[in-house]
């Protein structure tokens, strides 16, 4: 078998109001749609050129306690239903493959590194929206196997699970791409606020400057590959702020792509936006340089 590799990374936004029809989100947007949804299809380009066959899809949604957690069910299909908001998000169809093998060799590296992880095969395992609406998005035919954010794990914590599932590739033979599904600053509006700008995407709507401005420094230093500087900054900054699951998904996607060594480049395949006072991009990193030692 053939070494596998990561053939590419990404930040994904998976907000509910993306999945809502284009009518409602044009009036939303006071008149021009999320420019999120068409970053979508500029995301599923850089897939398709990928040549990618997996999809390592890092769940902010999905918590877990005690322990890391890879899906490692065969196949998925049903109708979604959030339970966070039932009335915005639901009938969501979903059908795809899950890459049991790759799960079952994350929990074989997990376990050879002392690494407190599991693969989990339950058919009735919930689904969560940090999967489904990215799958629904931008997924067409590769397996997809989701990662848990585990509520109890550290920053370091978090960049050790990546560097398995890194290696995990690796044995695997695949050609895996990751893709940290959720956004960067992950503070609400409260329930009665009244977004400042009509156009309910705009960054003068996320919850506050510190934030936005907090998300604009970290987005340049994504774009120059500063992954370094970014770590070295995370719990004093990006965990207080907080980044969505305490940032569980950029983590363990540096994790696999080396960590502090990691110098993947990104580029914004979107427009930074609000959602509901939480700060969104779709960023791609390209990893055509990384060899990670994992």
């Known amino acids: 078998m053939s070494q596998g590799k990561i053939v590419g990374a990404a930040i994904a936004s998976h907000h509910p109001g993306l999945f809502q029809t284009e009518e409602f989100r044009i009036a939303a947007g006071d008149g021009r749609d999320s420019d999120l949804v068409q970053g979508f299809l500029r995301l599923r380009e850089r897939v398709e050129a990928s040549g990618a066959e997996t999809i390592v899809l890092f769940d902010t949604h999905w918590f877990t306690t005690g322990c890391h957690l890879v899906d490692a069910g065969s196949h998925y299909e049903g109708v979604f239903i959030s339970d966070e908001m039932p009335w915005y998000l639901h009938g969501q169809k979903y059908n795809y493959d899950g890459d049991q093998a790759l799960a079952k060799i994350c929990a074989e590296v997990a376990s050879e590194r002392k690494v407190v992880a599991r693969a989990i095969d339950e058919p009735t395992l919930p689904r969560h929206y940090a999967t489904i609406n990215v799958v629904n998005a931008m997924i067409r035919g590769e397996r997809v196997m989701s990662v848990g954010s585990c509520q109890t794990a550290a920053t370091e914590d978090f960049l050790e699970m990546g560097a398995v599932i890194g290696e995990a590739i690796k044995r695997s033979g695949r050609k895996a791409m990751l893709l940290a599904s959720g956004a960067l600053s992950h503070k609400f509006r409260n329930i009665n606020a009244v977004p400042p700008h009509p156009r309910i995407y705009h960054p003068d709507n996320v919850s506050s400057d510190?934030?936005?401005?907090?998300?604009?420094?970290?987005?340049?230093?994504?774009?120059?590959?500063?992954?370094?500087?970014?770590?070295?900054?995370?719990?004093?900054?990006?965990?207080?702020?907080?980044?969505?699951?305490?940032?569980?998904?950029?983590?363990?996607m540096i994790g696999a792509l080396g960590g502090y060594d990691c110098t993947a480049k990104g580029i914004a395949l979107s427009e930074y936006e609000n959602a509901h006072g939480t700060g969104n991009i779709h960023i791609w990193f390209d990893v055509s340089q990384e060899n990670p030692r994992n």
Do not use: C, M, T
């Open 210 to 252: 510190f934030n936005r401005e907090s998300d604009y420094r970290a987005i340049a230093l994504l774009e120059q590959g500063k992954h370094e500087e970014i770590l070295n900054r995370f719990d004093q900054e990006y965990r207080r702020v907080p980044w969505e699951a305490w940032g569980a998904h950029y983590l363990q």
